[in-house]
């Protein structure tokens, strides 16, 4: 006969008048025996409580993860119980207990393991448990820190490789054959490598994001311009795809204060999930309107659609609809999180509507109309390449000697003068004998880095008037502000889009005043 039931009336009585939850259980884990505190913290009779596995009774959560704990019952050859400290247990009526579990082994007269009694008693561990929340707080915060240390290092490995590929897809444009085949080649390699190089963007601005760290650039905008950039930004992915994409821009001119850059960011987020969930040979509509006081964009689709279940979700980060076309297309489900983010920033506010699957879908970004005094008006950028009046004599420092050698083979094609080399030592005399006027340099170099060595040019080089321009993977704001004070004049992330460098270096061979 189990050892409890045959427990005398006095000693279940005085088990009763305990006020912590006693349980006993069977060498299987299930209930033989509960006391009246166990009975009133479960809300179930011991009659009806008897045979029923304790996990069935008793659902212990972690406080601070809230997932469920595994009860460790004792084993053949334990001889201690075990003590799990603070766990959370809600009754039948949603009320939460904090409690210590205490876990003890019963045993034969022969010392054989045939069952165990748990002890349940309000918690006394509140200190304890705070020093574990600030334990595991500071464990999170020193995760987080990681993660955005490693996004970091991760967006510099990627874009050292990505580099060289830009570099050698301008070579093949400059030197493009008659052969109708080559065409359609480089132009997928160059729309590849814009769209890794846009991951990359991606999940740095959502690290930036959760860090507090993005600060808008306001100016004085068109609408309209910053619209059609965003066309231009993803007219190649849309043509790939066979889609047809219908324009409406206002006329007059819709006029506001925002960052151009994060207005085009979020539109061409927008047209590339239209494009990457609309099937080949599909429609897109975008359209600028103005409604009050406020400016509205619309991008739709006749696409895949969304499902009401994600529909509410679809700006959470990484949250994608399921389906071989998402797959296929790419994307780390990151995009429509940034356009939320960027448009709340701006004071705006974005809305997703969809009738469901295979129905399309339709975004509506809306940001406040205002032009405020003082800030300036920017022209449209400027993306032809100018033509140098003369040859610049270039110093490219970079180790990666792919990235060094296409870089260079580009440079000498629009006609500079052209020296390399690999490291920081080597760049000090190579500056010394060559007097570059520019030094194009990569920062993660062995020997010095290129803080290092520009801070090295001005102070033992004599290098004054030389334009240094750090082109590196290394974009954080952090890599931005050592590069200033380091004296560098530009700081370009890989891989630097080459009208971009070609209009630097015709700026320096102009004549002044020219």
Same mark, same amino acid.
Not at 316 to 341: K, M, Y
Not at 371 to 398: D, H, K, N, Y
């Given at each position: 006969?189990?050892?409890?039931?045959?427990?005398?009336?006095?000693?279940?009585?005085?088990?009763?008048?305990?006020?912590?939850?006693?349980?006993?259980?069977?060498?299987?884990?299930?209930?033989?025996?509960?006391?009246?505190?166990?009975?009133?913290?479960?809300?179930?009779?011991?009659?009806?409580?008897?045979?029923?596995?304790?996990?069935?009774?008793?659902?212990?959560?972690?406080?601070?993860?809230?997932?469920?704990?595994?009860?460790?019952?004792?084993?053949?050859?334990?001889?201690?119980?075990?003590?799990?400290?603070?766990?959370?247990?809600?009754?039948?009526?949603?009320?939460?207990?904090?409690?210590?579990?205490?876990?003890?082994?019963?045993?034969?007269?022969?010392?054989?393991?045939?069952?165990?009694?748990?002890?349940?008693?309000?918690?006394?561990?509140?200190? !304890?448990?705070?020093?574990?929340?600030?334990?595991?707080?500071?464990?999170?915060?020193?995760?987080?820190?990681?993660?955005?240390?490693?996004?970091?290092?991760?967006?510099?490995?990627?874009?050292?490789?990505?580099?060289?590929?830009?570099?050698?897809?301008?070579?093949?444009?400059?030197?493009?054959?008659?052969?109708?085949?080559?065409?359609?080649?480089?132009?997928?390699?160059?729309?590849?490598?814009?769209?890794? %190089?846009?991951?990359?963007?991606?999940?740095?601005?959502?690290?930036?994001?959760?860090?507090?760290?993005?600060?808008?650039?306001?100016?004085?905008?068109?609408?309209?311009?910053?619209?059609?950039?965003?066309?231009?930004?993803?007219?190649?992915?849309?043509?790939?795809?066979?889609?047809?994409?219908?324009?409406?821009?206002?006329?007059?001119?819709?006029?506001?204060? %925002?960052?151009?850059?994060?207005?085009?960011?979020?539109?061409?987020?927008?047209?590339?999930?239209?494009?990457?969930?609309?099937?080949?040979?599909?429609?897109?509509?975008?359209?600028?309107?103005?409604?009050?006081?406020?400016?509205?964009?619309?991008?739709?689709?006749?696409?895949?659609?969304?499902?009401?279940?994600?529909?509410?979700?679809?700006?959470?980060?990484?949250?994608?609809?399921?389906?071989?076309?998402?797959?296929?297309?790419?994307?780390?489900?990151?995009?429509?999180?940034?356009?939320?983010?960027?448009?709340?920033?701006?004071?705006?506010?974005? !809305?997703?509507?969809?009738?469901?699957?295979?129905?399309?879908? !339709?975004?509506?970004?809306?940001?406040?109309?205002?032009?405020?005094?003082?800030?300036?008006?920017?022209?449209?950028?400027?993306?032809?390449?100018?033509?140098?009046?003369?040859?610049?004599?270039?110093?490219?420092?970079?180790?990666? #000697?792919?990235?060094?050698?296409?870089?260079?083979?580009?440079?000498?094609?629009?006609?500079?003068?052209?020296?390399?080399?690999?490291?920081?030592?080597?760049?000090?005399?190579?500056?010394?004998?060559?007097?570059?006027?520019?030094?194009?340099?990569?920062?993660? #170099?062995?020997?010095?880095?290129?803080?290092?060595?520009?801070?090295?040019?001005?102070?033992?080089?004599?290098?004054?008037?030389? #334009?240094?321009?750090?082109?590196?993977?290394?974009?954080?704001?952090?890599?931005?502000?050592?590069?200033?004070?380091?004296?560098?004049?530009?700081?370009?992330?890989?891989?630097?889009?080459?009208?971009? #460098?070609?209009?630097?270096?015709?700026?320096?061979?102009?004549?002044?005043?020219?």
């Amino acid at each position: 006969m189990d050892t409890f039931r045959a427990m005398s009336e006095w000693k279940q009585a005085a088990l009763d008048a305990v006020r912590d939850a006693v349980f006993a259980l069977d060498s299987e884990g299930c209930v033989s025996f509960e006391n009246r505190a166990a009975e009133r913290l479960t809300g179930v009779s011991p009659e009806s409580a008897v045979h029923q596995p304790i996990g069935d009774l008793l659902d212990l959560r972690d406080p601070f993860t809230d997932k469920a704990l595994d009860l460790q019952l004792p084993r053949d050859g334990e001889t201690a119980g075990a003590v799990i400290r603070n766990a959370v247990f809600r009754d039948a009526e949603g009320t939460e207990h904090r409690l210590d579990v205490h876990v003890d082994p019963i045993r034969t007269e022969s010392g054989e393991l045939s069952g165990s009694v748990l002890v349940l008693e309000e918690s006394t561990g509140t200190e !304890e448990a705070a020093a574990e929340l600030r334990r595991r707080s500071e464990e999170l915060v020193a995760a987080d820190r990681r993660k955005d240390q490693f996004l970091a290092m991760l967006a510099h490995e990627l874009r050292n490789p990505l580099a060289p590929i830009r570099n050698a897809v301008e070579l093949m444009r400059q030197v493009e054959s008659g052969d109708p085949a080559f065409q359609p080649t480089r132009e997928m390699v160059e729309r590849q490598v814009k769209h890794l %190089a846009r991951l990359v963007d991606d999940l740095l601005d959502v690290s930036r994001l959760t860090q507090g760290s993005i600060r808008l650039r306001k100016e004085n905008m068109d609408l309209g311009v910053v619209v059609e950039r965003a066309v231009d930004a993803t007219h190649a992915l849309i043509e790939s795809r066979g889609h047809t994409l219908s324009l409406s821009l206002p006329a007059p001119p819709i006029r506001l204060e %925002a960052d151009a850059a994060r207005i085009e960011q979020v539109v061409t987020n927008l047209l590339n999930n239209s494009a990457k969930y609309t099937m080949p040979g599909g429609h897109i509509w975008l359209s600028v309107e103005q409604e009050g006081e406020e400016a509205l964009i619309r991008v739709r689709d006749n696409g895949i659609g969304v499902p009401p279940d994600v529909l509410g979700r679809v700006f959470e980060p990484f949250v994608q609809c399921d389906g071989s076309l998402a797959r296929s297309e790419g994307g780390l489900g990151i995009g429509l999180t940034l356009v939320r983010s960027l448009t709340e920033m701006h004071g705006g506010r974005v !809305e997703a509507h969809s009738p469901g699957l295979g129905q399309g879908s !339709e975004f509506v970004v809306r940001l406040p109309i205002h032009v405020a005094a003082g800030i300036p008006e920017r022209l449209p950028r400027e993306t032809s390449p100018f033509t140098p009046a003369r040859p610049v004599r270039v110093l490219v420092v970079e180790d990666n #000697l792919d990235a060094a050698e296409s870089l260079a083979t580009l440079l000498r094609l629009w006609g500079h003068e052209v020296r390399m080399v690999h490291d920081g030592l080597d760049a000090l005399d190579a500056a010394r004998a060559y007097r570059p006027e520019v030094v194009l340099l990569d920062i993660g #170099l062995p020997g010095l880095d290129g803080y290092q060595v520009a801070e090295r040019l001005r102070r033992e080089v004599g290098l004054d008037n030389t #334009l240094l321009v750090a082109m590196t993977g290394y974009g954080q704001p952090e890599d931005r502000r050592r590069s200033r004070e380091a004296g560098i004049h530009h700081h370009f992330v890989k891989p630097v889009e080459p009208f971009v #460098l070609r209009n630097l270096l015709a700026e320096v061979a102009s004549p002044v005043g020219a």
